[in-house]
Structure formats: C-alpha cells, structure tokens
C-alpha cells in the first residue's frame, strides 16, 4: 500500500502539480481511505521522500555497529554511500523527485531538514570517536558537513544528468577528496593533496554551470562562511567556489 501511494502521488504531481494535488486526490487514486494514507506518511511532504526515514535508520545502525579499528572519516565516508545506494536503485524516481524539488520551494526546504539530519548522525559519531582530542567536536562538525557536501555535490551532478552515468564513481571521486584532506595520514595544517588519480572531465562534474568553461581538478578551494550560516547557504558557497550552478538545496542531496 506504501507503494501504491507513492506511485498515486508522483502521477498526480505531474499531471496537475504538487500545490494542485491533495491528500484526498492522491488516496482516491490509490483506492485508499485517508485514514491508511497518514498511517504511512505524515504528511503530503512526507510521501515525496518515502525511503528517507528507512535510510536515516540503516546509516545511524550502521555507525552504531562500527569498531574501534574502523577509521573514522573512512567509516563516515562509507555511511554516505547508503544514501547513494537508496538514490541508485530507482534512478527514474530519483530523478522525477529530483525535478519536482527544484519546482517547489517547500519541498526544498524539507529537504534541507533531511540533509541535516543525515549530517547530525554523521558528526555525532564522529564526536565519540575524536573525543579527547584537541578541536575534536569542530573537526568532527567539519568533516561531517565536507562529506555531506562532497556526496550531495556529486550525486546532484548525477540527477542533473538524467541518471545516467556512473554515480558511485561520481560520489567515490568526491568522497576521496574528503579522505584526502581528513583522513589519517592528514596532519591538521599541512597542505592537502589529490587523493585519487585525476578522472577525465565530463560535462556532468566539473563543467562550469554558468560559461561551460572547465576547470583544473588540482586547484585547491577554501570556502569561509559565517558561523551561523545555514547549511544550504554553505554548499551554495562551496558549488559557486568549484563553479558549478549553485542548485539552492542539497539532495542528498
């Protein structure tokens, strides 16, 4: 039945909208009663981002399982692969709700809530592991908050592409600049290097979204934002420095 809604939501919001489409319209559809719609979701929003809840548990479950000997900007690095796996094994869906967040400031800002919370769990886990050590919760807040943004950075590049590609590749090249930069054989201050070998440039990843220009994978970029910032105003901050069109929300991103 949770499909069924799913599936009576999307057609409806193509064929009149999403503000046209009502929680009555979409369980008529269904051949539902209200009732079992809102035992599902609890809200019209809700049912645009049906897996994300599920997927939320399995990363929290997934840091929880993880052992002394797990390298920690590693084992979060990993954690984001989850959120591109659950985005991966529906491309179609992921790229029909992609379009429809662009259209809707709402769902753009529930979505930003998402990423929020995915990044929480990140850094929560992180805290615990570099506790005791000298700015441990600021590294863990920052490495959380450059994985989230190295992942969406890439997965969007991937929905903005139809799907089509590799978005495990896309997401492995942003991730490893990440590990590059945090990771163990980083000292803090000492100058960060490319972690990975350079892939050929596409028009998907490393085109300039404003003059079609490309840009060198070597540069290196440092983005200072407020304090207070909201995280949606940081990646569009961190999309303008590498030259991609800023996308005013994260999907993850």
């Known amino acids: 039945m949770r499909e069924a809604l799913v599936a009576a939501a999307f057609q409806l919001f ?3 909208g999403y503000e046209q489409t009502t929680v009555d319209d979409i369980v008529t559809l269904a051949g539902v009663g209200r009732r079992s719609f809102f035992r ?4 019209k929003e809700d049912v645009v981002f049906p897996d994300h809840e599920g ?11 993880s052992r002394p000997a797990h390298e920690p900007v590693r084992r979060v690095c990993d954690a984001a692969r989850l959120v591109l796996r659950m985005y991966a094994e ?8 992609y379009r429809l967040t662009r259209k809707v400031p709402g769902l753009r800002a529930y979505e930003l809530s998402v990423v929020w919370r995915y990044e929480r ?8 592991r570099f506790a005791g050590r000298p700015d441990g919760t600021l590294r863990a807040d920052v490495v959380a908050a450059a994985v989230v943004a190295a992942h969406n950075n890439a997965l969007r590049s991937w929905l903005r592409s139809d799907g ?5 590749a896309e997401v492995d090249h942003a991730l490893a600049h990440v590990q590059g930069v945090f990771g163990p054989d980083r000292t803090p201050g000492t100058p960060a290097h490319d972690p990975a070998p350079t892939p050929t440039l596409t028009s998907a990843d490393h085109t300039n979204g404003t003059n079609g220009t490309h840009q060198a994978d070597d540069d ?4 200072v934002s407020r304090r207070g910032a909201p995280l949606w105003r940081v990646v569009q901050e961190i999309e303008t420095a590498l030259g991609h069109a800023p996308s005013r929300t994260t999907p993850a991103d």
């Open 55 to 65: 997927c939320l548990a399995e990363m929290t479950a997934f840091l929880r399982a």
């Open 164 to 168: 089509r590609g590799d978005a495990a």
């Open 90 to 97: 529906n491309p179609a869906f992921s790229v029909q709700r």
């Open 121 to 128: 769990a990140l850094a929560e886990y992180l805290r615990g």
């Open 40 to 43: 599902y979701f609890p809200s």
């Open 220 to 223: 290196v970029v440092v983005v």
């Open 14 to 16: 193509v064929e009149r």
